[in-house]
């Protein structure tokens, strides 16, 4: 589950960073942009380094890891799993995946 501390916005969040802290988000946004338009297959595997992305990216945000919270594994060009149904799932241990979704499967839906 993730914890949110009741009353603090994004925006104090963001103000509660230190600059190194920033531009790691900023950087991790980045990475993650280019990871999602056009991945470098033979060096990793894709699905799990955006899982680890997010992780980072939660932890810096001052969240709990929790993959359940988890959005940018639909933004792969190509994947064909829906968008609207998965977001209304977050925070559910639930993802809908569809057959001919060349990223994610039922061995690997993430």
Same mark, same amino acid.
């Given at each position: 589950?993730?914890?949110?501390?009741? +009353?603090?916005?994004?925006?104090?969040? @963001?103000?509660?960073? $230190? !600059?190194?802290?920033?531009?790691?988000?900023?950087?991790?946004?980045?990475?993650? =942009?280019?990871?999602? =338009?056009? !991945? /470098? $297959?033979?060096?990793?595997?894709?699905?799990?380094? @955006?899982?680890? @992305?997010?992780?980072?990216?939660?932890?810096?945000?001052?969240?709990?890891?929790? /993959?359940?919270?988890? @959005?940018?594994?639909?933004?792969?060009? +190509?994947?064909?799993?829906?968008?609207? =149904?998965?977001?209304?799932?977050?925070?559910?241990?639930?993802?809908?995946?569809?057959? %001919?979704? !060349?990223?994610?499967?039922?061995? %690997? !839906?993430?």
């Amino acid at each position: 589950m993730n914890t949110v501390v009741v +009353g603090k916005t994004l925006q104090q969040r @963001i103000n509660d960073m $230190t !600059p190194v802290e920033h531009a790691a988000l900023t950087a991790l946004h980045r990475l993650l =942009d280019e990871i999602v =338009d056009s !991945p /470098r $297959t033979e060096k990793y595997d894709v699905n799990v380094f @955006i899982e680890d @992305i997010e992780h980072t990216m939660q932890g810096l945000w001052g969240f709990t890891r929790d /993959r359940d919270f988890h @959005i940018h594994w639909l933004r792969r060009a +190509g994947c064909t799993c829906p968008k609207l =149904d998965n977001h209304e799932l977050m925070g559910a241990p639930y993802r809908i995946i569809t057959e %001919n979704c !060349p990223h994610h499967t039922k061995e %690997n !839906p993430f």
